[in-house]
């Protein structure tokens, strides 16, 4: 059983940055994929970003493409959190941001593919 509470979602200006934070419990933290999903009012929840589980060969990362290169997944395993870094921001992130945690190995972009959810942050962007 893994629980993720999610924080540091603000008000933030277009073009400005922003960290969250998904902080999460139990043992096995350190062996699940880790993913970063938003929703904003009105739409379907939509994949953002996803990191796996760091092996001898490291971690791999994916983004949507509507982020990548705007934003960065990581995580520590030693304080079990995954961060997302949210650059250049616009008008269009402003949604409400979920950790998700899979006990599947590999990268996953669908939602139905993540065991455990966090309450989410609310990430607004104004222009």
């Known amino acids: 059983q893994v629980q993720l509470v999610e924080s540091g979602g603000r008000l933030v200006q277009a073009g400005g940055s922003l960290r969250v934070f998904c902080a999460a419990s139990g043992r096995a933290f350190s062996s699940y994929t880790m993913g970063w999903f938003r929703q904003a009012p009105g739409k379907e929840r939509e994949f953002v970003a996803a990191?796996?589980?760091?092996?001898?060969?490291?971690?791999?990362?994916y983004y949507a493409i509507s982020v990548k290169g705007r934003f960065t997944i990581s995580r520590d395993n030693a304080k079990n959190t995954v961060y997302l870094q949210m650059n250049s921001l616009k008008p269009e992130d402003t949604a409400i941001y979920y950790c998700a945690a899979s006990r599947t190995l590999g990268i996953m972009t669908i939602a139905l593919s993540y065991d455990y959810w966090g309450q989410g942050t609310q990430v607004t962007v104004s222009s």
């Open positions: 990191i796996t589980a760091i092996t001898g060969s490291g971690s791999s990362t």
